[in-house]
């Protein structure tokens, strides 16, 4: 099985780690002050998030380039705020969950992020999960979630286990976009309720199975490949 995982809300929380350093580069860039207030980060793509503020804080359409050029001074800066982000904390039971995954027969594990790569893998370095990926689809592939899903598909496949059915990958987020991204490249989904979306909007997506926290993902692993 191919198991593709969403970062923020599902593995981690940065402790507003990605806010602060959005704020502050817009700050200093644009003199926009509070630069992510009233933006929806959650299931959003990076490069999808600097589009929203450059719409509604500085009223114009970017460019890619200059979408390209925000993400290169974001990164270092959300660095800088990973380092010195007392609030970041890891979802309960996503490090025992990623090492039970890494020991299954057969079973890889790949991301499926909205972060631009640099930034995802900075997350998963503060987080020390960094070592159960090794590829995966993110923002900077393409800021539609879907088509992001699909490359880190070809990505997984690639790198891992060659060939499977599509109902042998497995997206888990923790957002309704997780949900309609993996359905629209027929694969399963697992939704878990640790982000901001609730575990009935979560359920009036339709995924396969929605979670409280990732620790429930083990025993479905077992239910889906061993009948049990």
């Not at 987080?127 to 990505?155: K, Q, S, W």
């Amino acid at each position: 099985m191919l198991y593709l995982f969403d970062i923020d809300g599902t593995l981690l929380l940065t402790g507003g780690a990605g806010t602060r350093a959005l704020n502050s580069l817009f700050a200093e860039r644009y003199g926009v002050e509070g630069a992510m207030a009233g933006v929806r980060a959650a299931g959003n793509t990076d490069p999808l998030i600097i589009r929203e503020i450059f719409q509604s804080k500085l009223g114009t359409d970017p460019s890619r380039a200059e979408i390209d050029d925000v993400l290169a001074d974001y990164v270092p800066r959300l660095r800088r705020a990973l380092s010195d982000a007392p609030k970041f904390r890891t979802m309960p039971r996503a490090g025992e969950t990623l090492a039970f995954l890494a020991e299954q027969p057969r079973v890889h594990l790949a991301i499926a992020s909205g972060n631009v790569r640099p930034a995802a893998w900075a997350k998963l370095e503060r987080a020390g999960f960094d070592g159960h990926f090794e590829t995966g689809g993110f923002g900077c592939d393409d800021a539609d979630r879907a088509r992001l899903v699909e490359r880190a598909i070809e990505r997984g496949l690639e790198n891992g286990p060659g060939k499977l059915n599509r109902d042998e990958i497995v997206v888990v987020g923790d957002t309704p976009y997780d949900v309609r991204a993996a359905r629209a490249c027929g694969v399963r989904v697992v939704a878990v309720a640790t982000g901001t979306i609730s575990r009935d909007e979560l359920e009036a997506a339709h995924p396969d199975a929605v979670m409280n926290t990732l620790a429930e993902l083990p025993a479905w692993h077992r239910s889906v490949t061993l009948g049990v």
